[in-house]
């Protein structure tokens, strides 16, 4: 499987960006896809995941109400739609696939499927 990410860009305090992850390859059966970010100098972080059946999505705190993850099973791809834009937003954001078990859902470990990442920059 393979996962190609996209979508990043540099957008100004109060803007929006939408990344794109599209996955490739056989015997696709994830349950869970979703999207983590790392900024300079800190670990991985948690951001939105989705399940296959595109219901239940569930996000960091830190996102809510701002970011929204969607899921188009007929292309195999997952959408972040990042409205409100602030610079602590600014990180490597990475699609990710996994069936990871309820309480490790967080997790990046529990995620077996990487992508790239791209490159999101907010200017104050």
């Known amino acids: 499987v393979q996962l190609q990410a996209s979508g990043g860009g540099l957008v100004q305090a109060g803007g929006s960006l939408r990344l794109s992850c599209a996955a490739s390859?056989?015997?696709?059966?994830?349950?869970?896809m979703g999207w983590f970010r790392q900024a300079p100098g800190k670990e991985r972080e948690f951001v939105a995941a989705?399940?296959?059946?595109?219901?239940?999505?569930f996000y960091a705190d830190s996102v809510k109400g701002r970011f929204t993850i969607s899921i188009n099973n007929a292309k195999n791809a997952v959408y972040l739609q990042m409205n409100s834009l602030n610079p602590e937003d600014t990180a490597v954001y990475y699609c990710?696939?996994?069936?990871?078990?309820?309480?490790?859902?967080?997790?990046?470990?529990?995620?077996?499927?990487w992508g790239q990442g791209t490159q999101v920059t907010v200017s104050s």
């Open positions: 989705i399940s296959r059946f595109g219901v239940n999505p």
């Open positions: 390859g056989t015997s696709f059966s994830s349950r869970y």
């Open positions: 990710a696939a996994g069936s990871p078990i309820h309480s490790e859902r967080y997790f990046p470990s529990a995620y077996g499927f």
